[in-house]
Structure formats: structure tokens, C-alpha cells
T-cell receptor, first 109, second 114 residues
Framework: EDQVTQSPEALRLQEGESSSLNCSYT??????LFWYRQDPGKGPEFLFTLYSAGEEKEKERLKATLTKKESFLHITAPKPEDSATYLC??????????FGTGTSLTVIP | GAGVSQSPSNKVTEKGKDVELRCDPISGHTALYWYRQSLGQGLEFLIYFQGNSAPDKSGLPSDRFSAERTGGSVSTLTIQRTQQEDSAVYLC????????????FGPGTRLTVL
């Protein structure tokens, strides 16, 4: 069964303390891996799409990388406004999307 | 703005009643997706429309759930004979091109079944 697992479930960082979030997947024939940010009471907001192993994307303090079995979302020198739940999703060949349960990030000033 | 909109934002209903949830996608987006997000769970894929057609309905949890899309735009998710386990946030997303790429999500409809 296709699965997406995110770790850790929750992460507390001091402002400026860099870290990484992990997304591991077992889907075969990956068509794409997506990162989203979700704030409380809102729908997910798109961050990145990665299509092949070795690919990297960057946006401000965020950098996403992809290997054949997992993806990392690196957060460099985070700020309190980066606090949110970060969701990973994979697209299977059937065009179904499978989401992980997310990592809840809290950045403390 | 011209984002994805959903209505109602909140819906409280009694067990056994039918409910309809509406999604207005971004104009020009050909693909539309429905998801369900339960407390502590990841987003559960329900159904995907390319135009007015749904190539794969296998994500719908039971035959009480149905969805349609008309005019390549508005979509309605209908839940018949609601059960308490149907309580969740129902999210709609649209994308410019079907089957892949960036999805834009609406704010969701919070459904509570008493």
C-alpha cells in the first residue's frame, strides 16, 4: 500500500535555529512530490514540486530536496512567521495524491 | 481575490441528513480535487475531476458519497445519510492542468454531524 510518512510530528525551534523535516514515501512510479504549508483554519498553500531524485528547489528560507525514497524540507534561520504545519504529498501513477500527516513547526522568538 | 472558494464554511447537521458542499475553482483551471481532513489525520484524497469527468472514483469512502462537476467549473460533493464519522474538514483544490502540478486549495468546509 502506498504510504507517506512525515517526521517529526512536531518540532519546536528557537528563532535562527536551522533544521530539517523529513518525508519518506513508498509509492512506486512517483509522478511528483509536493510540499505545502498549512496555517490553522486554512487550506494548504503550495510551496514546491519535485519530480526526480537529485532535484532541489529553494524559496526564501526553505529548501526542498528529493531522493528515491524521501524528501527533506530544510529550514534555514527560521522566523516565528514560519510556524505552521508542513505537509508532504506524493502523486502516484494513478494520479491519486497521498498526503502525510504533517509536521507542526513552532518557531519561538 | 480570485482563489478557490467553498461554501458553506461550516455545516452542522444531524445524523441521517443529506448535505451538499460546494466548490468554486479558480477560473480556467481544468482540474478539481476533493479531499477530507480529519483531526490528526492527513488529507484523504476523495475524487479528481478533469473537466466534468471523474476518471477515478475509488477514493470515495462509501456509496453515500457522490460528486459532480458542471460546465467545467463548480463542483458539488454530496453526502447522503450522514454519519458521525463523516465529521471532518472537506477541502477542494484546483489546478491549471489536470493530473499534476500545483494545486490551489480553498479554505474548506467544516462538517459536524451530531
Amino acid at each position: 500500500e502506498d504510504q507517506v510518512t512525515q517526521s517529526p510530528e512536531a518540532l519546536r525551534l528557537q528563532e535562527g535555529e536551522s533544521s530539517s523535516l523529513n518525508c519518506s514515501y513508498t509509492v512506486s512510479g512517483l509522478r511528483g512530490l509536493f510540499w505545502y504549508r498549512q496555517d490553522p483554519g486554512k487550506g494548504p498553500e503550495f510551496l514546491f514540486t519535485l519530480y526526480s531524485a537529485g532535484e532541489e528547489k529553494e524559496k526564501e528560507r526553505l529548501k526542498a530536496t528529493l531522493t528515491k525514497k524521501e524528501s527533506f524540507l530544510h529550514i534555514t534561520a527560521p522566523k516565528p512567521e514560519d510556524s505552521a504545519t508542513y505537509l508532504c504529498a506524493v502523486q502516484a501513477p494513478s494520479n491519486q495524491f497521498y498526503f502525510g500527516t504533517g509536521t507542526s513547526l513552532t518557531v519561538i522568538p | 481575490g480570485a482563489g478557490v472558494s467553498q461554501s458553506p464554511s461550516n455545516k452542522v447537521t444531524e445524523k441521517g441528513k443529506d448535505v451538499e458542499l460546494r466548490c468554486d475553482p479558480i477560473s480556467g483551471h481544468t482540474a478539481l480535487y476533493w479531499y477530507r481532513q480529519s483531526l490528526g489525520q492527513g488529507l484523504e484524497f476523495l475524487i479528481y475531476f478533469q473537466g466534468n469527468s471523474a476518471p477515478d472514483k475509488s477514493g470515495l469512502p462509501s456509496d453515500r458519497f457522490s460528486a459532480e462537476r458542471t460546465g467545467g467549473s463548480v463542483s458539488t460533493l454530496t453526502i447522503q445519510r450522514t454519519q458521525q464519522e463523516d465529521s471532518a474538514v472537506y477541502l477542494c483544490a484546483s489546478s491549471l492542468v489536470g493530473g499534476f502540478g500545483e494545486q490551489f486549495f480553498g479554505p474548506g468546509t467544516r462538517l459536524t454531524v451530531l
